[in-house]
């Protein structure tokens, strides 16, 4: 069952990396669930997420306090915003339009509903 963990934990920490640079791919939720696999799986991987400069206090924030930091939520906003735009830009559907309107205002409401770190 460790392994299994372990690969999921590596799977969902790329996955984090790459939403890193790519506006339609959460980082946030991949890196708690690297985290909680890691957990179960592997104490130096978990520390190392724990601990690392960038990623460790948004984890420890969120496992504390459920917070999201001001410049957190600001990003997903711009990101979510650009998102949109392109949509329309590109001329996506009206019902594909609706459909994202719905689902990231939802995205947003819940962001910008959880503390402040």
């Known amino acids: 069952m460790r392994f299994l963990y372990a690969g999921i934990g590596i799977l969902s920490l790329g996955l984090a990396l790459i939403g890193v640079l790519l506006p339609l ?60 735009m392109l949509s329309f830009i590109l001329g996506a559907p009206a019902h594909v339009v609706g459909i994202q309107i719905v689902v990231l205002t939802a995205v947003l409401t819940f962001i910008w509903t959880r503390p402040n770190s």
């Open 25 to 84: 791919l959460p980082t946030v939720p991949f890196l708690l669930l690297a985290t909680f696999c890691f957990a179960n799986s592997s104490e130096r991987l978990h520390s190392w997420l724990i601990s690392h400069r960038t990623f460790g206090p948004m984890i420890m924030d969120w496992n504390e306090r459920g917070a999201i930091r001001p410049g957190a939520k600001k990003a997903a906003t711009v990101s979510i915003a650009a998102v949109l």
